[in-house]
């Protein structure tokens, strides 16, 4: 199909790891990326791995990339009541457009 | 730099009224997007456009309409507003680079048609 898929919801305690998991259609997206949508704001870049890459950590940030199965993950490590948002993966395609999923929300307990 | 920006933030139309949603960018960005975002969904691509002069369509254009005649403006033009088009609306820039496509996002316009 067209579409990248995401599940809707993800509820952690802060200081536990959370993962979001994606998953894209098109294999030949050069870069796949990671947004953060806090309430009422728009899209932050967290992150972005090229498609030659398996992983990619940046700080608390581990993206995990696994081309065959088109399955990417965004794991974030000592997850704190801050990082509650939704978060988008988003595939790039011919002239830099990109798809995007249907966002994850993270809610963090404290 | 002011980065993307766009107005208005909020706006309530009525069945059949126009208007015009602004997006501006200070960072010379060759590229830039339109995406609607309905609740609970993703971003879906209204219009794109690659330069000044050059627009094309994305997923969902039908009802709206762009022009760039500058490189620092994109502005999104809804011609007879209709309650489908209630939704939340994000411009993006991203440079010309051929080492990433990073698109770079306004905080959006909150447009609400009854």
């Known amino acids: 199909g067209e579409d990248v898929e995401q599940s809707l919801f993800l509820s952690v305690r802060e200081g536990d790891s959370s993962v979001i998991n994606c998953t894209y259609t098109?294999?030949?997206?050069?870069?796949l990326y990671w947004y953060k949508q806090e309430p009422g704001a728009g899209l932050q870049l967290l992150t972005y791995?090229?498609?030659?890459?398996d992983m990619k950590q940046d700080q608390r940030l581990t993206v995990l990339l696994n081309k065959k199965d088109k399955h990417l993950s965004l794991r974030i490590a000592d997850t704190q009541t801050g990082d509650s948002a939704i978060y988008f993966c988003?595939?790039?395609?011919?002239?830099?457009?990109?798809?995007f999923g249907q966002g994850t929300e993270l809610s963090v307990k404290p | 730099n002011a980065g993307v920006t766009q107005t208005p933030k909020f706006r309530i139309l009525k069945i059949g009224q126009s208007m015009t949603l602004q997006c501006a960018q200070d960072?010379?960005?060759?590229?830039m997007y339109w995406y609607r975002q309905d609740p609970g969904m993703g971003l879906k691509l209204i219009y794109y456009?690659?330069?000044?002069?050059?627009?094309d369509k994305g997923e969902v254009p039908n009802g709206y309409n762009v022009s760039r005649s500058t490189t620092e403006d994109f502005p999104l033009r809804l011609e007879l507003a209709a309650p489908s088009q209630t939704s939340v609306y994000f411009c993006?820039?991203?440079?010309?680079?051929?080492?990433?496509?990073?698109?770079?996002f306004g905080p959006g316009t909150r447009l609400t048609v009854l």
């Open positions: 993006a820039s991203r440079p010309a680079d051929r080492y990433t496509d990073t698109q770079y």
């Open positions: 098109d294999s030949s997206s050069t870069y």
């Open positions: 791995i090229f498609s030659n890459m």
């Open positions: 988003a595939e790039s395609r011919v002239g830099g457009k990109l798809i």
């Open positions: 960072m010379n960005h060759n590229y």
């Open positions: 456009s690659v330069g000044a002069g050059i627009t």
